[in-house]
C-alpha cells in the first residue's frame, strides 16, 4: 500500500502522487458503488501494480477534512487572497466578499497586495494595516520586483493553497515569481475559468515543494453570497469574533440593538469601513431572503 494525493482526474483515470512518483491509477469499482467520487486533494492509499510504468489501483480515500465546490477540490488548506495595490485599483468591498467566502469555507487566509512597484504613495499600506489588525496575515509584494515573494513561499509551505482575487491583479505572475519553474503563463489561471464555462474543468493540483501544492484554477469565481444566512455573516468577519456573544440580546445582529458589544468596538478593535461593509452585506442577504418568502 502507497499513500499518496490525487493531482489530476481525467477519463476516469486518476494520478497519484506519491513519495515514489506520480502513478497512474484507476478506481476501484467499490466507489462508484457507494457513491463516492474520488476527487483531486483527496489523500488516498493505492496498491501498485506496475512500478516500472508507475501504474496503480485506487483503493483507499481517506476522510476529507474540507471540500470545495469552485473549483472542485478536497483538503483545501488556505485561501491565498490576491489583490493589486494599483492596475487594478484596490477595491476592499470586493476583497471583503472574498473573505467572507473563504471564511465560510473555513479556510485559512493570506491577502497578498501585489503591484506595490505601481504605488509610489504607499497607500496600500492603510489597507495592509486595516487588514492586519483584523487578524490576517498581508503579504506586500511585487512579482515584478520579486519583493514579498519569499514570504509568500513560507506561507504556502505544507499546505494545499487555492489563488483567489479580481483578474489581473497578478495572480500567475507571483506563482512564477515563486517558482520560476513552473512557467505559468500570465493570464493562465483566468484562461482556464473561460474554458470551463463551456465544458466541465477539472482542477488539477500543481506541486509546488516537497509537501505543498497550489490549485491550478482561482477559487471563488463567483462572488455570490446568497446561501450565507443573514444571521451566519457576523461569524465570517474576523475581528468580530470576540465580541459576538458578549451582546445585550440573544441573536443580536449588531446592527440596531442596544447594549451591543460589536458595536462598542467601532473605532477600537473594528475599523469603521470593515462595520460598514458589514451592515451593508446584512442589509443585502436580507433584501433577498425577503424576496424568497
Ligand atoms: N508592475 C507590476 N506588474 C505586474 C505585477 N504582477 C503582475 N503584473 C502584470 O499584471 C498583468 C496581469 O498579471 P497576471 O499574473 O496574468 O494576473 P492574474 O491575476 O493571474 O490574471 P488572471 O489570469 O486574468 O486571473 C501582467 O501584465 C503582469 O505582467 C507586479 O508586481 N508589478
Ligand atoms: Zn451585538
Redesign the pocket.
Known amino acids: 500500500m502507497l499513500e499518496g494525493v490525487i493531482v489530476k482526474g481525467i477519463g476516469g483515470f486518476y494520478y497519484i502522487d506519491t513519495k515514489r512518483g506520480v502513478f497512474e491509477t484507476r478506481a476501484r469499482g467499490i466507489f462508484r458503488k457507494e457513491g463516492i467520487r474520488p476527487t483531486v486533494g483527496d489523500h488516498v492509499k493505492i496498491s501498485v501494480l506496475d512500478e516500472e510504468n508507475k501504474k496503480g489501483s485506487l483503493d483507499e480515500i481517506l476522510p476529507r477534512r474540507t471540500e470545495l465546490i469552485r473549483p472542485r477540490v478536497s483538503n483545501v488548506d488556505q485561501a491565498v487572497i ?1 489583490f ?1 495595490a494599483k ?1 487594478p485599483d484596490m477595491n476592499l468591498d470586493l476583497l471583503d466578499r472574498f473573505l467572507l467566502l473563504a471564511e465560510e469555507q473555513e479556510l485559512d487566509i493570506v491577502i497578498v497586495l ?5 504605488d509610489n504613495n504607499q497607500d496600500y499600506e492603510e489597507a495592509a494595516t486595516l487588514y492586519r489588525q483584523a487578524g490576517y496575515l498581508v503579504i506586500c ?5 520579486g519583493s514579498g515573494v519569499e514570504d509568500l513561499k513560507a506561507a504556502l509551505e505544507n499546505r494545499i493553497s487555492v489563488f483567489a ?10 506563482i ?1 515569481a515563486a517558482f520560476p519553474g513552473l512557467e505559468l503563463n ?6 482556464k475559468i473561460q474554458r470551463g464555462r463551456h465544458t466541465t474543468r477539472h482542477a488539477e493540483l500543481i506541486r509546488i515543494t516537497e509537501n505543498s501544492y497550489i490549485v491550478d484554477s ?1 477559487g471563488f469565481t463567483s462572488l455570490f453570497l446568497n446561501h450565507i444566512p443573514s444571521e451566519k455573516l457576523q461569524y465570517y468577519f474576523k475581528e468580530f469574533e470576540p465580541f459576538v456573544h458578549g451582546c445585550y440580546y440573544n441573536g443580536c445582529m449588531h446592527i440596531n440593538e442596544p447594549d451591543c458589544a460589536v458595536k462598542a468596538q467601532i473605532g477600537k478593535a473594528i475599523h469603521p469601513m470593515r462595520y460598514q461593509r458589514y451592515v451593508n452585506i446584512v442589509q443585502e442577504l436580507k433584501k433577498e431572503e425577503e424576496r424568497k418568502k
Do not use: F, Q
Open positions: 490576491v493589486a492596475s501585489n503591484k506595490i512597484d505601481k509584494a511585487s512579482a515584478e520586483l482575487g479580481p483578474s489581473g491583479v497578478g495572480k500567475s505572475s507571483l512564477n500570465t493570464g493562465e489561471l483566468s484562461k482561482p
